[in-house]
């Protein structure tokens, strides 16, 4: 079986502080992870994936992820945050069938 | 390069009506994937369709039921409408190559939200 839980439903930083959303996985499967951003009234968009080749990802943005097979985790961080960062991040994995489980999302509030 | 786009944004329905939500692919996509996005719950895999076949479906009754046309647009049909589908649909569409692999990026659109009163 596979499923993601994301540990936090809300974060919030200050501008300017480290950006740290936390993500465990489960698996059957080598995975295939991903992390998605939304933003109010659209729709998703990918920021990252990581698919078994570099353990630390890097995307869009300035975040990155790093992939800790021990740990089954894939936190997504970012060294700065900034107002326009605010939004729903969601991480997702994909067995390798034909579709992505996602988690119930974090929501992240950025302070001026 | 024309991104994915859905219709309608908002849609309200009444209990045990029928309602179909439609979704343009993005450019060149073959495949496109419906998920249902209940309220602060991340979403959820309803279908896949590649080549205008139904390849892989999640954990939804047969009253959800789908189509892809030639130009890779699709159509998502709900019938017997119930108070729980009340969510955002979401269309994807990807690229797949050689067959469906589920790994491909997946660029989403952005939603039609229903709600059933």
């Known amino acids: 079986a596979q499923s993601v839980t994301q540990l936090g439903s809300h974060v919030s930083v200050s501008e300017g502080a480290l950006v740290l959303l936390r993500c465990n996985y489960s698996?059957?499967?080598?995975?295939?992870l991903f992390w998605y951003v939304q933003y109010p009234n659209q729709g998703l968009q990918l920021l990252l994936k990581?698919?078994?080749?570099?353990?630390l990802v890097k995307g869009i943005n300035g975040f990155e992820a790093e992939f800790k097979k021990s740990e089954t985790s894939f936190h997504l961080t970012k060294p700065s945050a900034h107002m326009s960062d605010a939004a729903e991040y969601f991480c997702a994995v994909s067995p390798g069938a034909n579709n992505l489980f996602f988690g119930t999302g974090t929501r992240l509030t950025v302070i001026p | 390069e024309t991104g994915v786009t859905q219709s309608p944004t908002h849609l309200i329905k009444t209990r045990g009506q029928q309602v179909t939500l439609r979704c343009s692919s993005q450019?060149?996509?073959?495949?496109v994937s419906w998920y249902q996005q209940a309220l602060g719950q991340g979403p959820q895999f309803i279908f896949q369709y590649y080549r205008e076949e139904e390849n892989g479906r999640g954990n939804f009754p047969p009253r959800f039921s789908g189509l892809q046309f030639p130009n890779y647009s699709s159509e998502l049909n709900v019938n017997a409408l119930e108070l729980d589908d009340s969510a955002l649909y979401l269309c994807?569409?990807?690229?797949?190559?050689?067959?469906?692999?589920?790994?491909?990026?997946?660029?989403f659109g952005p939603g039609t939200r229903l709600t059933v009163l």
């Open positions: 994807a569409s990807s690229l797949e190559g050689s067959g469906p692999t589920g790994r491909d990026e997946q660029f």
């Open positions: 990581y698919t078994s080749a570099a353990t």
């Open positions: 698996s059957s499967v080598p995975p295939y």
């Open positions: 450019s060149g996509h073959n495949t």
